[in-house]
């Protein structure tokens, strides 16, 4: 059986700094899984990695493998696998010599070095590759060595840090693909840091959510998708109408005041204040008959299969994701619904 990776309340502020960079970050990461640590720039996702990996020291907290503490146990005698978004490969070794750079230090034998940094090199797809030096190799073929390199002495855990952000988007999205590959087959331990949350859905089997060096939230990206615990995170994970409100009691029972109409509440909610969110793919262009409220069109923006709309209803602007083949027919006053079950309200 696979052991399981645990962080407990680990804690780092910089020297000088006025906030703390990482506060009590505890979490049990699945064994055989990817991880997706997703926040913006600073959120302490660089941080939080450094320490699990061992290259930054905690103030507190611990980092435990299995049964084995690992909190005061060098970076090198981990045995997790590190890739960072620069590719830090040696530029005077070939991609083959770059591979087998951390089978050397760990002492296996040249014949076994090579036919492993052959075998590593197949799986990353670039054997074709194996004697060229770094600076002729592209970004993408630069991080497969990397990523190679990281595999190559089969590690407990994989860490990576925003691993294809110097890509640029083409490439990106084949590593991407070819990473999601990667990963689902070998049933690593992964801890996959980026600020980019399509990366995140996509690559990530569970997500946790950094935000001012905190947990916001972690669970499955559908869940998180579909019910996050804050604005913070419904704003960050898609596109998303948050507001403001009021649960209140009318003669027909609970309902939500928002700015743009009263709503029955849906169940869970409770009276008192609230925040309420609607997905632009919950908002749909009804039949005149049918409309809930009307909105002015502000701007339309073509996007293949759907259009998004830019919505204005009294001083709240609104999203909306329309399939593209339905008419805007009356852009001052276009009559909308929220679709069933497209109303998310927390208290
Ligand atoms: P992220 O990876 O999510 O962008 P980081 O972990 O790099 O975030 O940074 C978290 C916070 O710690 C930020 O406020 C950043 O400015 C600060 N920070 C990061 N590295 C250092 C450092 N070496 N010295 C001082 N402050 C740092
Ligand atoms: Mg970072």
Known sequence: MMATLTVKGLNKTYPQAAEAAVSDFTHTFAPGRITALLGPSGSGKSTTLA???????????????????????????????????????????????????????????????????????????????????????????????ALARALAFKPRVLLMDEPLSALDAKLRDELRAELSRLLGELGLTTIYVTHDQGEAMSLGHELVIMHRGRIEQCGTPSDLYRRPSSPFVAGFLGSANVFEGECAQNGKGLVVRLPFGEWRAPTGATLGRCWAMVRPEQIEVAAPADAQFHARVESAFFLGGHTRLH??????????????????????ALPLRVRDGGLYVQN
Do not use: C, K
């Open 51 to 145: 320490m699990i990996a061992g290259l930054l020291e905690p103030d507190s907290g611990s980092v435990t493998f299995g049964d084995e503490d690992l909190t005061r146990v060098l970076a090198e005698r981990r045995e997790f696998g590190i890739v960072f978004q620069s590719y830090a490969l040696f530029p005077h070794l070939s991609a083959r010599e770059n591979v087998e750079f951390g089978l050397r230090v760990r002492g296996i034998d040249a014949l076994e070095r090579r036919r492993r940094a052959l075998e590593m090199l197949e799986l990353v797809r670039i054997p074709q590759l194996a004697e060229r030096r770094p600076a002729q190799l592209s970004g993408g073929e630069q991080q497969r060595i």
């Open 311 to 332: 919505l204005r209803v009294g001083e709240t602007t609104l999203l909306a994701d329309v399939p593209s083949h339905v008419p805007i027919v009356s852009p001052e």
